[in-house]
């Protein structure tokens, strides 16, 4: 069965810093990956997706994600966080024909003036 | 506006209570399904459907139903609600579910059960 893991229920960085949000999977065969934001009071909105060829993908509001297959791993990026980045932020995995999408336990974002 | 709808956003009830909560989109996708979100566990699958008059049980389906009588509707139905359903409901709906097919998200309903 497919799972993801991400391991930090919370972060808080400075407006400005650099941000990593860690993403984990577990999958059988080559997964297809998302990462999604929600913020308060909103659902979720897509941030970027991989399923196949260059594993740094880049998505919207200047986050990237890389695909590391060695480690399972498909974290987010941002050089530089905007206080308006501060959200929850929850990666995905999906199977090739599945019907389901599963989500990981989300990380709350903080970002600090 | 593209855009899935969900109704109502905030609901209270009590227990045993029988309670619909509406989702309809105007993109006419296959693919509608309803998670439910609480603390610490993320998003965890209800039921889904494929297409109309298609539906299937998700992780935690146990004391819900949904209809898919039409393509943009899909119902969450809850006929006898208890405590533990009280959590913060999303519909999402994509084009096909086939697995990198993004899906569309509605704004939520927190249902509170006392």
């Known amino acids: 069965a497919q799972s993801v893991t991400q391991p930090d229920i919370h972060i808080t960085v400075s407006e400005g810093a650099s941000l990593e949000l860690r993403c984990n999977y577990s999958y059988g065969a080559t997964p297809y990956l998302f990462w999604y934001v929600q913020s308060p009071g909103q659902g979720l909105q897509l941030l970027l997706k991989y399923f196949s060829g260059d594993t740094l993908v880049q998505g919207i509001k200047g986050f990237e994600a890389e695909f590391k297959r060695s480690q399972s791993s498909f974290n987010l990026r941002k050089p530089s966080v905007h206080w308006s980045d501060a959200a929850e932020y929850f990666c995905a995995v999906g199977a090739g024909t599945a019907s389901k999408l599963t989500f990981g336990t989300g990380t709350r974002l903080q970002v600090t003036l | ?21 509406t989702c309809s989109q105007n993109m006419n996708h296959e693919y ?34 949904v209809s898919r009588k039409e393509k943009r509707n899909f119902p969450l139905i809850l006929e006898s609600p208890s405590p533990n359903q009280t ?17 569309h998200f509605g704004n939520g309903t927190r249902l509170t059960v006392t």
């Open chain 2, 1 to 21: 506006e593209a855009q899935v709808t969900q109704n109502p956003r905030y609901l209270i009830t009590v227990t045993g209570k029988k309670l619909t909560v």
């Open chain 2, 32 to 65: 509608m399904s309803w998670y439910r979100q609480d603390p610490g566990l993320g998003l965890r699958q209800i039921y889904y459907s494929m297409n109309v008059e298609v539906t299937d049980k998700g992780d935690v389906p146990e004391g819900y139903k």
């Open chain 2, 87 to 103: 959590s913060l409901y999303f519909c999402a709906s994509a084009p096909i579910q086939d697995g990198n097919s993004p899906l």
